[in-house]
């Protein structure tokens, strides 16, 4: 009878432990990708906090809302920064509402996604009104959706604006 020693681990060893850390890898990664997608809608209702109390600031001590905000008004002279877009992404700032046709009656921008469009915030000076625009999602719906949740609106289609 021969006496076999083996220092190693089987083939057959191997491939069992390699698929227990695959399924219980499969259950946690989605964890976090939730995690990530709340800690970036937490971080964009933080933006839009901080540029709205400078907002209503204003407005408290002058009566009427600012035309522009400024820059100066926020940490390092910076605007807040939308979540979804890079530091360079974010440069382009605020787009302010330039429909002179009812212009006080817009309370949403037309795109209300970032893609394609340079500005991730949007600020009516007519009637103080502030959004952030969010990343196109996989659907219009859940575009819309990750919107009003942001924002804190309830609109029932990507393109109204009242």
């Known amino acids: 009878m021969i006496n076999a020693r083996h220092n190693g681990f089987t083939l057959l060893e ?10 219980l890898l499969s259950a946690v990664i989605p964890g976090f990708t939730v995690f990530h997608k709340e800690a970036d809608i937490t971080a964009a209702k933080s933006a839009l906090r901080a540029l709205r109390i400078k907002i209503d600031e204003h407005h408290a001590l002058h009566g009427a809302w600012p035309k522009d905000l400024d820059k100066a008004w926020y940490v390092g002279h910076k605007y807040p920064r939308n979540p979804w877009l890079s530091e360079k992404e974010s440069k382009y700032g605020i787009a302010y509402n330039q429909n002179s046709v009812s212009l006080s009656k817009n309370l949403h921008p037309i795109e209300k996604t970032i893609e394609g469009w340079p500005y991730p915030f949007w600020y009516n000076s007519e009637n103080g009104e502030l959004r952030i625009r969010v990343p196109k999602q996989e659907s219009g719906i859940r575009s819309l959706a990750l919107y009003n949740e942001v924002n804190g609106t309830e609109l ?7």
Request: proline share 0%.
């Open 156 to 162: 029932s289609d990507l393109y109204q604006r009242y």
């Open 14 to 23: 191997l491939l069992i432990v390699v698929t227990i850390l695959s399924v």
